[in-house]
């Protein structure tokens, strides 16, 4: 069966970085987009990064651009974020995604499958 199994999550100082692993299993990786989605408590859950097969294309939520950095390795099967600078509003339950890719440019939307998440804290 399908499954997403999310490590790296921790709590850390601002300024601080992490890095987050999805470990998938169960489907047929390099034709999957991956996504790293977020959810603060009272919050929606938000895309953070999503990244397409082979690592053709990626996008990065304006909130952590330029301090985030999705990043995939296919013949792992496993796709990574490091968090870099982060902030105390970067505390939030992050959760692993994959989405069957047709070539679309939706390819940032969640697809069926979830991750159990993993908790990131930033606090001083």
């Known amino acids: 069966q399908v499954q997403l199994v999310e490590s790296g999550g921790g709590s850390v100082r601002p300024g601080g970085s992490l890095r987050l692993s999805c470990a998938a299993s169960g489907f047929t990786f390099g034709t999957y987009a991956m996504s790293w989605h977020r959810q603060a408590p009272g919050k929606e859950r938000e895309l953070v990064a999503a990244i397409t097969p082979a690592a053709s294309r990626s996008i990065h939520s304006a909130s952590v651009k330029g301090r985030f950095t999705i990043s995939r390795d296919d013949d792992k099967n496993t796709v990574y974020l490091q968090m870099n600078s982060l902030k105390p509003e970067d505390t939030a339950v992050y959760y692993c995604?994959?989405?069957?890719?047709?070539?679309?440019?939706?390819?940032?939307?969640?697809?069926?499958?979830w991750g159990q998440g993993t908790q990131v804290t930033v606090a001083s």
């Open positions: 995604n994959a989405k069957y890719y047709d070539g679309s440019g939706t390819y940032y939307r969640p697809g069926a499958y």
